[in-house]
């Protein structure tokens, strides 16, 4: 997908509305989405711990 990676991000967050906030920062400032959101819902004590995370890559210029 891309060539030229200058950099690359890994955001995780519990809450989903967290999570938009900081991709929408990062693509604000030029980053681009790198693969699908991912989302991992862990069990401890009978409840449910989601955890979404996104990749994010910035493009070398």
Not at 10 to 33: C, D, P, R, T, Y
Request: some cysteine; aromatic content about 6%; charged content about 25%.
């Amino acid at each position: 997908m891309y060539h030229q990676v200058d950099d690359y991000e890994v955001i995780s967050e519990h809450n989903v509305a967290e999570l938009k906030m900081k991709v929408k920062e990062l693509l604000a400032q030029g980053w681009k989405l790198c693969g699908d959101l991912q989302i991992i819902a862990s069990v401890k004590a009978d409840m449910a711990a989601p955890l979404f995370t996104q990749v994010m890559v910035q493009a070398k210029r």
